[in-house]
Protein backbone atom coordinates (compact mmCIF):
# COMPACT_ATOMS: atom_id res chain seq x y z
CA UNK A 1 0.00 0.00 0.00
CA UNK A 2 1.09 3.78 -0.48
CA UNK A 3 2.99 5.20 2.52
CA UNK A 4 4.54 8.46 2.88
CA UNK A 5 6.84 8.21 6.81
CA UNK A 6 8.38 11.16 7.31
CA UNK A 7 11.58 12.10 9.41
CA UNK A 8 14.22 14.45 10.81
CA UNK A 9 12.18 16.64 13.02
CA UNK A 10 13.31 17.79 16.42
CA UNK A 11 14.03 20.87 18.68
CA UNK A 12 16.81 23.50 16.85
CA UNK A 13 17.19 27.16 18.15
CA UNK A 14 16.34 29.93 15.98
CA UNK A 15 18.88 30.97 12.91
CA UNK A 16 19.74 26.84 12.92
CA UNK A 17 19.21 24.50 10.24
CA UNK A 18 17.31 21.02 10.00
CA UNK A 19 16.40 18.77 7.18
CA UNK A 20 13.50 16.83 6.83
CA UNK A 21 12.77 14.10 4.86
CA UNK A 22 9.61 11.98 3.31
CA UNK A 23 10.24 7.95 2.42
CA UNK A 24 7.68 6.74 0.22
CA UNK A 25 6.55 3.61 -0.70
CA UNK A 26 4.00 1.34 -2.74
CA UNK A 27 3.66 3.33 -5.40
CA UNK A 28 6.20 4.47 -8.19
CA UNK A 29 7.70 7.67 -7.15
CA UNK A 30 9.34 9.27 -8.92
CA UNK A 31 6.14 9.57 -11.17
CA UNK A 32 4.48 12.00 -8.83
CA UNK A 33 5.04 15.50 -8.18
CA UNK A 34 5.03 16.47 -4.55
CA UNK A 35 4.43 18.47 -1.89
CA UNK A 36 5.38 19.63 1.90
CA UNK A 37 2.56 21.07 4.24
CA UNK A 38 3.02 21.96 7.55
CA UNK A 39 0.45 22.86 10.53
CA UNK A 40 1.04 24.86 13.61
CA UNK A 41 -0.62 24.50 17.31
CA UNK A 42 -4.08 26.19 16.61
CA UNK A 43 -3.83 26.78 13.15
CA UNK A 44 -5.02 25.57 9.80
CA UNK A 45 -2.40 23.55 7.08
CA UNK A 46 -0.41 25.79 5.21
CA UNK A 47 1.76 24.65 2.08
CA UNK A 48 5.12 25.54 2.10
CA UNK A 49 6.50 24.13 -0.91
CA UNK A 50 6.12 21.96 -3.77
CA UNK A 51 8.45 19.85 -6.30
CA UNK A 52 7.85 18.00 -10.22
CA UNK A 53 8.72 14.54 -10.54
CA UNK A 54 12.01 15.25 -11.99
CA UNK A 55 13.01 17.88 -9.29
CA UNK A 56 13.80 20.46 -12.11
CA UNK A 57 11.06 22.73 -11.56
CA UNK A 58 10.47 23.82 -6.98
CA UNK A 59 8.30 26.69 -5.71
CA UNK A 60 8.22 28.13 -1.98
CA UNK A 61 5.19 29.43 -0.17
CA UNK A 62 6.60 33.67 0.48
CA UNK A 63 7.36 32.90 4.01
CA UNK A 64 9.90 30.06 3.71
CA UNK A 65 11.19 31.42 0.28
CA UNK A 66 15.42 31.52 0.22
CA UNK A 67 15.14 29.65 3.77
CA UNK A 68 14.04 26.39 2.99
CA UNK A 69 15.54 24.04 0.12
CA UNK A 70 13.02 21.04 -1.83
CA UNK A 71 15.05 18.36 -3.29
CA UNK A 72 14.22 14.58 -4.18
CA UNK A 73 16.29 11.44 -4.99
CA UNK A 74 14.07 9.19 -6.81
CA UNK A 75 16.47 6.39 -6.75
CA UNK A 76 15.77 6.29 -3.08
CA UNK A 77 12.53 7.50 -2.60
CA UNK A 78 12.87 10.19 -0.84
CA UNK A 79 12.16 13.99 -0.88
CA UNK A 80 14.04 16.22 1.40
CA UNK A 81 13.20 20.08 3.03
CA UNK A 82 16.31 21.62 3.80
CA UNK A 83 15.40 24.48 6.19
CA UNK A 84 17.64 27.73 7.27
CA UNK A 85 17.56 30.31 9.67
CA UNK A 86 14.82 29.04 11.36
CA UNK A 87 12.53 30.84 13.07
CA UNK A 88 9.64 30.44 15.79
CA UNK A 89 7.01 30.68 13.63
CA UNK A 90 8.56 28.15 11.61
CA UNK A 91 7.59 25.66 14.13
CA UNK A 92 4.83 22.82 12.94
CA UNK A 93 3.97 19.93 12.01
CA UNK A 94 5.03 19.05 8.78
CA UNK A 95 3.62 16.83 6.29
CA UNK A 96 4.54 15.49 2.50
CA UNK A 97 1.64 14.41 0.36
CA UNK A 98 1.67 13.12 -3.11
CA UNK A 99 0.37 15.07 -5.97
CA UNK A 100 -2.37 13.11 -7.81
CA UNK A 101 -1.60 14.82 -10.82
CA UNK A 102 1.10 17.37 -12.01
CA UNK A 103 2.70 20.28 -10.31
CA UNK A 104 0.48 23.17 -11.15
CA UNK A 105 2.46 26.56 -11.79
CA UNK A 106 1.63 27.98 -8.14
CA UNK A 107 3.16 25.09 -6.86
CA UNK A 108 0.65 23.11 -4.50
CA UNK A 109 -1.93 20.84 -5.57
CA UNK A 110 -5.04 20.72 -5.09
CA UNK A 111 -5.84 17.06 -4.76
CA UNK A 112 -3.44 14.69 -2.00
CA UNK A 113 -5.14 11.41 -2.12
CA UNK A 114 -1.78 10.25 0.54
CA UNK A 115 -0.15 12.49 3.21
CA UNK A 116 2.08 11.72 5.74
CA UNK A 117 1.56 11.44 9.84
CA UNK A 118 4.06 14.59 10.02
CA UNK A 119 7.38 14.93 12.06
CA UNK A 120 7.06 17.83 14.66
CA UNK A 121 9.67 20.68 14.02
CA UNK A 122 9.90 23.46 17.29
CA UNK A 123 12.13 25.94 17.29
CA UNK A 124 12.83 27.65 20.68
CA UNK A 125 11.95 31.02 21.29
Known amino acids: QVQLVESGGGLVQPGESLRIACTASGFAFGHYAMNWFRQAPGKGLEWVSGITTGGGRTKYEDSVKGRFTVSRDNTKNTMYLQMADLKPKDTAVYFC??????????????????RGQGTQVTVLS
Open 97 to 114: ARCDRGLPVNGRCSDHTY
